[in-house]
């Protein structure tokens, strides 16, 4: 039964992760002008571990994880949760919990269980009730506690990406249009009022966004040298290991959120679009298995993991490109980092065992 399901993995996605992950570590070793040390090596090792974990999530039997799906997101808040006793901090927040010496960042994970619990709810209720307004409380509870535990770290990346990402499956559920374009008419209105409370230098980042030459040596230091690096690189780049912004070290953070500038500057526009449309060919495998699914669980799982992968990678870019503020999203499976990549793998694992099991009529244990 094992050998089969491994048999029938979807080695089009694995390849597309393998390629990806490739391009990080080479990346990551250019980072560290030519070597393996301290984050190359370590991104590796990583990679294949999470994979293996990917691979025996999806041999799980997915009638388990439906069971399952509101107590493992109950755990991801309770880890949530801890950050505010346990927490560690790092890089002006208090983000990261340590489990046996490792450290991780449960906003990170509590993505993948927001896609579970949601999914779960909607594959519960009949559909003619997703449109009553009643029906929206709960997945508005799912939504909302890890926002505000987020948000308070503060980590105004991660809350933002939770809330678009829950927008995107309660559309994709089903959810009338005009209930978001009447959230979108609060949101804007209620901005005023939430600038108020974000932290200082989250303000001071959204001023610079508008205008980073305002404050060139400050907080618009990074957006300015990262627009340099990209438009250096010109249509093929200057070549592996030769990024002028990266060895001179004028390009900060350049081994976790602005990768993606180290590659442009590298690899040039060519290799940028290739690395886009390599992250658009991992998300539309995903969504072609959400089309073949016959139940909503695995529907909404597929189409959850493929928005959260198109949120970093448009959040990501977007924001080294200068057009938007500068957040603190990663680029998944490029940029290092244990935690972004562990939610990323465990997410690739529900999507091939999704894709395992697509023809269940049935979650529900008799």
């Not at 499956?169 to 005009?178: D, E, P, R, S, T």
């Not at 040596?217 to 990262?226: D, K, R, T, V």
């Not at 690395?275 to 959850?304: D, N, Q, T």
Request: charged share 10%; glycine share 8%.
């Amino acid at each position: 039964m094992i050998i089969n399901k491994l048999k029938n993995l979807n080695f089009l996605l694995i390849f597309l992760l393998i390629l990806l992950s490739f391009i990080g570590s080479a990346g990551l070793y250019s980072a560290a002008d030519g070597s393996y040390d301290p984050w190359a090596f370590k991104h590796i090792v990583r990679f294949y571990i999470f994979l293996i974990l990917a691979i025996l999530i999806s041999i799980i039997d997915l009638k388990l994880i439906y069971k399952y799906s509101y107590y493992i997101f109950i755990l991801s808040l309770l880890l949530l949760f801890s950050v505010e006793i346990i927490g560690v901090f790092g890089k002006g927040a208090t983000r990261w919990i340590k489990i046996l010496g490792f450290s991780i960042q449960p906003s990170e994970l509590v993505k993948i269980t927001i896609i579970l619990a949601l999914a779960k709810f909607y594959h519960d209720i009949k559909y003619i009730n997703v449109h009553k307004i009643s029906y929206l409380f709960f997945p508005f509870l799912i939504l909302f506690v890890p926002f505000i535990f987020v948000i308070i770290q503060p980590d105004l990346g991660t809350a933002l990406s939770i809330i678009i990402l829950g927008i995107f499956i309660l559309f994709l559920a089903g959810i009338k249009l005009w209930k978001f374009l009447l959230g979108f008419i609060i949101s804007i209105i209620s901005i005023p009022v939430v600038f108020e409370f974000i932290k200082p230098y989250q303000k001071s980042r959204i001023i610079s966004f508008l205008n980073p030459e305002s404050d060139p040596l400050g907080q618009g230091y990074q957006l300015i040298q990262s627009k340099i690096a990209l438009g250096s690189g010109g249509i093929t780049g200057k070549g592996f290991l030769k990024g002028t912004q990266s060895y001179l070290e004028f390009l900060p953070e350049k081994q976790t959120d602005f990768i993606f500038t180290l590659i442009g500057e590298e690899f040039g526009f060519l290799g940028s679009i290739f690395i886009i449309l390599l992250f658009v060919m991992l998300i539309s495998v995903c969504y072609f298995i959400s089309i073949k699914c016959f139940h909503v669980y695995g529907r909404l799982i597929a189409l959850g993991v493929a928005s959260n992968l198109f949120i970093y990678v448009f959040m990501n870019i977007a924001m080294v490109s200068g057009l938007m503020p500068v957040v603190g999203i990663p680029l998944p499976l490029i940029s290092y980092g244990g935690s972004v990549m562990l939610s990323v793998m465990i997410s690739i694992g529900l999507i091939l065992n999704v894709e395992l099991n697509y023809n269940y009529k049935k979650l529900e244990y008799a």
